[in-house]
């Protein structure tokens, strides 16, 4: 545990995605829209041994996080915890939760659904499976699963 602390420095201020299921942080990354140039300085760590098993860590540094952009982390992310971190102290952990119906943050896959036709309709998902994540359209009920949904976070 000691040598894990020297490999992933804390941060003083920001968010550490923690618990993050191993081999998605870069989509984590991708979901919150964070490419190059953001301007904030990005810690990842990929496959790192944990209390159960491996997981990825995403840490953001002097950032914060909206509501919105916790419920998409939750997608891919189901067991995801999210800390704010001030002044080097975990001062909030939100655990992350996958909500039973899916509203306005994810695309439609299907091109001829109604939620992608000229007068959109905000498009909406009942949940069918949390582990691993299957959402079902409430329109036109095609299912999409953990790496159609990362394509078509909003
Ligand atoms: N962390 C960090 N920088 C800080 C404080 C914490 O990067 N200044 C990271 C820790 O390394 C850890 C996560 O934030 O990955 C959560 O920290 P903490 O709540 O102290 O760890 P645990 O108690 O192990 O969290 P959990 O029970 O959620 O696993
Ligand atoms: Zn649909």
Not at 61 to 76: G, V
Not at 120 to 129: D, H, N
């Amino acid at each position: 545990m000691e040598e894990q602390v020297l490999k992933v420095q804390k941060i003083k201020n920001g968010i550490v995605i923690d618990h993050i299921p191993c081999g998605m942080a870069l989509k984590v990354l991708k979901i919150l829209g964070i490419q190059g140039d953001i301007g904030s300085t990005v810690t990842l760590a990929m496959h790192v041994k944990s209390r159960h098993g491996w997981k990825d860590i995403v840490k953001i540094e002097d950032r914060h996080l909206d509501e919105r952009e916790i419920d998409k982390i939750a997608l891919i992310a189901p067991r995801a915890t999210v800390n704010v971190i001030e002044d080097y102290r975990v001062v909030k952990k939100h655990r992350v939760e996958v909500p039973e119906v899916v509203r306005g943050i994810v695309r439609c896959m299907n091109p001829r659904c109604i939620t992608n036709q000229r007068e959109p309709i905000e498009p909406e998902f009942y949940t069918v499976s949390k582990e691993p994540i299957i959402i079902k359209c409430k329109y036109c009920g095609r299912e999409m699963g953990p790496e159609d949904i990362v394509e078509n976070i909003i």
